[in-house]
């Protein structure tokens, strides 16, 4: 195994530097016949230090790039697990100005993301074409309806005084003349009934004849049946001809009363239109409330432009704008999520800005992941928000990298990464011992990109070899015995991927 170990450089032996010393020019500048000998010797030595070179240079400048150095001595420390995110800054407290302007419309002006405002400055203005048209119909409307409700009024009010009219009025001549009508009757009927007495008696006397009184006797009766009409026509005026007068009259009552509540209403409607297009016509150009910083809110991930631009199409409830409060800023980033189940609230963070390094805390992590796609690399990712300290000169969009600590070891082993090789039997390293190597198993912990802690398997002060893998021929095939064994599973994986979404 020592020979494994580190490729070292050849040295010459005494002989050879003898012979280098040896060398001499002849007297015409070239070499003398009788030394051809050593210098062809001194010559392949120097091709054989060459070669050797040009065989192990690569190894030793590859192990190089991956470690500091080739062996690593291990000792004990801290070692702080951390995740880095790229984000940007924002508020956490943003006024919201948003388009109150139902439907769509069309953007004629923005003011530049960026502007400090003061209270009354214009910052969005909307085109009116289409709203100036409905606030010109909504007050056409408006008189219209007006005109129809007073109709209405004056149709109700004829109604009442119809059915006063008929009750109070027309019923009760009606029946005063049924009643005079009855008594003229009823004397008719007395005065036949007397005449018909009077020329009985006349008959019996022999002073009138049966037929004059036969002409008595109809009288009478015709005198008794007026009398019933009259009294049957004051019945039915009274139980029925009142009873119907007055369904209609009152039907007719109500029915105009019920038309003057819809007129009234739609007259409610057409001026509730007409204040809504009035107010509509107002929103169309937006000024600032209060003063502050002005900056466009984010475009989707996808989007390559802001969604606020002059000839932009918003609707109703978009939000145009934002104003945030600059003494509360957050970073919102994505964490992968191999690593999500590690953060959470109250976990510190170090966010490093182009002109400062603030101590922050994450605040909240997202439960649900937000979509993937092309424009993530179909990367999966939680929002997670990292609340800033209040700091001067801190403002949104600000580009920000951000270091979650996870973890924090203290006074523990730890090995570089590089040092251990993961085969299905274990993790191993390889120990450098009085010039020798042995292959030692390995317990591991936690871990950052760089470092691992070490449970069991290492003591202080041994020596590893960084890239076994490239040295040693026995960490080079378990490493690709272990490749050889998850190929097949990783093709089987990737065929149902494409499976699942084709």
Request: with cysteine.
């Amino acid at each position: 195994m020592a020979n494994d170990v580190l490729p070292e450089s050849p040295q010459q032996s005494p002989a050879h530097r003898t012979s280098e010393s040896g060398l001499s020019q002849g007297s015409g500048g070239g070499p003398t016949p009788s030394r051809w000998g050593p210098q062809y010797y001194l010559i392949l030595c120097m091709l054989t230090v060459i070669s050797v070179g040009a065989t192990y240079l690569p190894s030793v400048i590859q192990s190089e790039e991956i470690g500091p150095k080739l062996t690593y001595r291990v000792s004990r420390g801290n070692l702080i697990v951390t995740v880095t995110e790229q984000g940007t800054l924002e508020s956490s407290n943003n006024t919201e100005i948003k388009c109150q302007v139902r439907g769509f419309s069309t953007v004629t002006y923005v003011i530049p993301a960026g502007t400090v405002v003061q209270p009354g400055d214009i910052l969005v203005r909307l085109d009116t074409k289409v709203i100036d048209e409905q606030h010109s119909l909504t007050k056409t409307n408006t008189f219209i309806a007006q005109a129809t409700l007073e109709t209405t009024k004056a149709n109700v009010a004829r109604s009442e005084i119809t059915l006063e009219a008929y009750q109070e009025g027309r019923f009760r001549s009606d029946l005063q003349q049924l009643e005079k009508d009855l008594a003229a009757n009823k004397r008719n009927l007395r005065t036949a009934q007397k005449m018909h007495k009077r020329s009985e008696s006349l008959f019996r006397q022999g002073y009138v004849t049966e037929l004059q009184v036969d002409g008595n006797a109809f009288t009478v009766k015709q005198a008794e049946l007026e009398l019933k009409v009259k009294e049957t026509e004051i019945k039915v005026l009274k139980e029925f001809t009142r009873a119907m007068q007055l369904e209609t009259l009152n039907g007719n009552l109500t029915a105009t009363q019920s038309k003057l509540a819809a007129d009234q209403a739609g007259l409610r409607m057409e001026i509730k239109r007409r204040d809504r297009a009035e107010q509509e016509l107002k929103d169309c150009i937006i000024k600032a409330e209060t003063g502050g910083l002005v900056i466009y809110p984010s475009a989707a991930s996808w989007k390559r432009t802001p969604d606020i631009t002059e000839g932009a199409s918003v609707r109703k409830d978009q939000v145009l704008l934002l104003m945030p409060d600059l003494s509360k800023m957050q970073v919102k980033v994505g964490i992968h999520e191999s690593m999500v189940e590690r953060v959470h609230a109250g976990l510190k963070a170090v966010v490093t800005l182009p002109d400062r390094t603030l101590d922050a805390e994450v605040s909240k992590v997202a439960t649900v992941t937000k979509p993937a796609g092309w424009w993530t690399g179909n990367v999966v990712k939680y929002d997670t928000v990292i609340d800033l300290p209040s700091d001067a000169g801190l403002k949104p969009g600000m580009s920000a990298e951000v270091e979650v600590i996870l973890a924090e070891h203290h006074d523990v082993l730890t090995v570089p990464v590089a040092a251990v090789v993961e085969t299905e039997e274990g993790d191993f390293c390889w120990v450098r011992t009085a010039g020798k190597t042995s292959k030692r198993r390995l317990e591991l912990g936690d871990s950052n990109d760089v470092f691992i802690l070490v449970k069991a398997g290492l003591n202080d002060g041994e020596e590893v070899i960084l890239n076994p893998t490239a040295f040693i021929k026995e960490a080079e095939k378990d490493a690709l015995a272990t490749i050889d064994a998850t190929a097949p599973q990783a093709k089987q994986d990737s065929a149902e991927e494409t499976s699942e979404s084709e």
